[in-house]
């Protein structure tokens, strides 16, 4: 166990300092692209500043014989794009498999300077944390690099889900996880094949009563997801990191996608994964605050004073603990106006009555 004086020092010699704290940058949407795709690759550019965080990915998706075209690649886009206010992310192999040290030894000092994080797959426990974390110091160190490049695991085995709270904890480069249902289900053996979002099957239905005919008995159809999401959101607050959605697979679906991005939003997920260029604005108008919300929250505030005691707004209570909720929604509104004309437009305009 690393000791508290010893948690903050470089994992080696001449490696940048770790944050003391994560910064909170938008990631609305965290957009997945092959860089082995000459089409998709084609489009990276012009995709600055209209998606928090672009990301290349290098795993699950990428065939085995074209691992190292999308490495090198990825290596390209780095080296030739100006990112400007957009987030660069990588996600590498995973730890079992053979192209993640070529990954890593590779991007690092060509782009280490330039990448923000590194998402790293089926994360098990904090032992896949550790090992990152030291290799990257030394990779850093080697090539010179001054900010530290953070990491961020899929939540994605059913051991990473029993450990969720010392992957948290293992790091301080640690910035957050994301939830990955396709592996996870494949893991834990349930019987959905479906890349996130819900089932028809998993459903509670209405008790009968006396001269009930069978099929107008109503059915609610249940998130298979919200233990894991609940789960995911405790650990990663109590940590000081970002939990995040991970992947909706029925591109066409955008309406049970966005209904999927609102429950993680609400849930208190920071965004979720894009896969295709639709889902971008799906994801960045669920997890930005509504205007309403915004104009709710100010409301509160106002009326609040110092933020203590008790007072009716609109027929309903507000005290010291719903100030706070209120907080929270427009300090995420002002991080995002801040990137966001439209948005800032929207939120400038409210006013108070
Ligand atoms: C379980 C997990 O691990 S999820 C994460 C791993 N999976 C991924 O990363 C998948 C990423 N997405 C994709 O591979 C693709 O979007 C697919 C395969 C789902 C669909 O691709 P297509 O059938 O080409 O979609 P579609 O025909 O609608 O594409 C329209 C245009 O958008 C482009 N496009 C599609 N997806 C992307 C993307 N993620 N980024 C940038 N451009 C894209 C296509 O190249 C196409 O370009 P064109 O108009 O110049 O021909
Ligand atoms: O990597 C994502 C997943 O759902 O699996
Ligand atoms: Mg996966």
């Keep these: 166990m690393r000791t508290a004086k010893d948690f903050f020092a470089p994992l080696a010699v001449g490696a940048p300092a770790p944050l003391r704290e ?49 490495r090198l690649g990825l290596v390209k886009i780095g080296q030739e794009v100006d990112f400007g206010p957009t987030q660069f992310w990588t996600r590498i192999n995973s730890l079992d498999s053979p192209w993640v040290l070529d990954d890593l030894t590779t991007l690092v000092p060509a782009i280490g300077d330039k990448l923000d994080v590194i998402m790293v797959p089926k994360v098990q426990g904090a032992e896949d944390i550790h090992y990152i974390d030291r290799l990257l110091a030394q990779l850093e160190a080697k090539a010179g690099i001054t900010k530290p490049i953070q990491v961020h695991a899929i939540l994605e085995t059913a051991r990473g889900v029993a450990n969720i709270e010392e992957i948290c904890a293992a790091s301080p480069r640690m910035q957050g996880l994301s939830l990955g249902p396709a592996d996870l289900a494949a893991d834990r053996r349930m019987k959905t094949t479906r890349v996130g979002g819900g089932h028809p099957g998993y459903l509670v239905r209405q008790d009968p009563t006396d001269g009930d005919i069978e099929g107008l008995r109503t059915t609610y159809q249940q998130d298979l997801w919200h233990y894991t999401i609940a789960r995911m959101v405790d650990a990663c607050a109590m ?45 960045n108008k669920v997890f930005s605050p509504s205007v309403e919300d915004v104009k709710h929250a100010r409301r509160v505030i106002a009326a609040m004073g110092d933020g203590t005691g008790a007072v009716m707004l609109d027929g309903k209570m507000e005290d010291d603990a719903s100030v706070k909720q209120c907080k929270v929604m427009v ?4 991080e995002l106006a801040a990137i966001d004309p439209d948005l800032k437009a929207a939120y400038d305009a409210i006013t108070l009555d």
Aim: charged letters at 20%; hydrophobic letters at 45%.
């Design 22 to 70: 994560i910064p909170a940058r938008p990631s609305r949407a965290i957009h997945f692209f092959d860089p082995g795709n000459e089409k998709m690759a084609a489009k990276v550019p012009a995709m600055v500043g209209t998606v928090d965080v672009l990301l290349g990915n290098l795993e699950d998706a990428v065939k085995a014989e074209n691992k190292e075209k999308s």
């Design 331 to 334: 300090a995420l509104a002002d």
């Design 239 to 283: 940590h000081g990191i970002y939990p995040y959605y991970g992947p909706f697979g029925d591109i066409k679906d955008v309406v049970a996608c966005e209904d999927q991005f609102r429950n993680a939003f609400l849930l208190g997920c920071v965004g979720a994964w894009s896969l295709h260029p639709v889902q971008i604005k799906i994801a």
